[in-house]
């Protein structure tokens, strides 16, 4: 075959499959060529760089920003959007882009434990529905006091068992309860002792990072500080993880005996093996990185504006 027609017969197979998107078989019987040498010619296509194929993804990650980010903090993975020029929809890039890296994470896992806030609600809005056998999904420690709140970690446990047709326990009680046998003897009641068994096996757990602005925005607890957090200064509160307080160099500013929250103890929540945070709020940027200090995580999905707005701060 002359090699004008020959690439005159690339140019047409190429415009029919790619563009006109005709199958094998129809673009086969439009030649009277055999679907075994339209392939040949496909890939002849594109070798002679008659076709050349682009793949755009709307995920596309930062490696600098994740290498620096590495180099200060080794020991988390992190995942970092990179920004595009389309501002109106960032937050629903990010969303997609945090339940992609986060399915990836969960896949393979069986117990699951998640808190609550929107954006860990919006994550799950976005995650792609798939059947698990035998998965669970439960919440860990007591409830956020908002309870007629979507993103409330009660409603979370539910939505995200349904995208993975999977069960979900729960535990009716509040994030933290100030008496200590209170806390006791609830762990024991019949509606609560199993999903606190189950947490205490779990393999993942996901969830964002808290302010102090968290507690002061309900009333209950802002006017208890003092009792939740004894001897502990507000002011020097840079972060809340696990409904924990720490200051900004990562410490814990209450200990093990001192602790009102109402789930598994802190060290249990620290053995999971995958505790992934999600972050794309610049303005917890502080938050994110005294949890760094800390080494609370392993795994960090967040956005540009936040990774840059933690490197600068360091």
Known sequence: MAQEENTSLL????????????????IAKKYNISRYKISKYLNEAVEKKIVTINISSPFSRSPD???????AFPNPNFYVLKNTEDIAHANDRF?????????????????????WGDTIYHVIDSFQ????????????????????????????VQK???????????????????????????????????TLATAQQLDLIFSSVGTIDSINSIDAWNNSKNILFPDVNPNSIASL????????????LVDSEHDKVFGI??????????????V???????ALNAALNGDYFTDIILNEPTANKILAEL
Do not use: C, W
Request: proline share 4%.
């Open 129 to 156: 529905t798939t059947a698990k056998e035998n998965m669970v999904f439960t919440q860990f420690i007591g409830e956020n006091a908002k309870h007629n709140s979507l993103a409330g970690s009660m409603r979370m």
């Open 265 to 278: 103890s802190f060290k249990k929540v620290m053995e999971v093996p995958t505790r992934v945070a999600i």
């Open 241 to 252: 993880v696990y409904g924990r307080p720490i200051d900004k160099n990562g410490n814990l």
């Open 65 to 71: 920003l994740e290498n620096r980010l590495q180099r």
């Open 160 to 194: 995200v068992a349904t995208r993975y047709n999977g069960k979900y326990l729960t535990i009716d009680a509040p994030l933290y309860i100030t008496n200590k046998e209170v806390r006791r003897l609830l762990a024991l009641e019949p509606a609560i002792q199993p």
């Open 11 to 26: 140019v047409d197979l190429a415009q029919d499959y790619y563009l006109k998107h005709l199958n094998l078989g129809e």
């Open 280 to 286: 794309n709020d610049k303005f917890k940027s502080s």
């Open 95 to 115: 969303f997609s882009f945090a339940a992609k890296y986060l399915q990836d994470l969960i896949d393979g896992k069986k117990i699951i434990g998640l808190t």
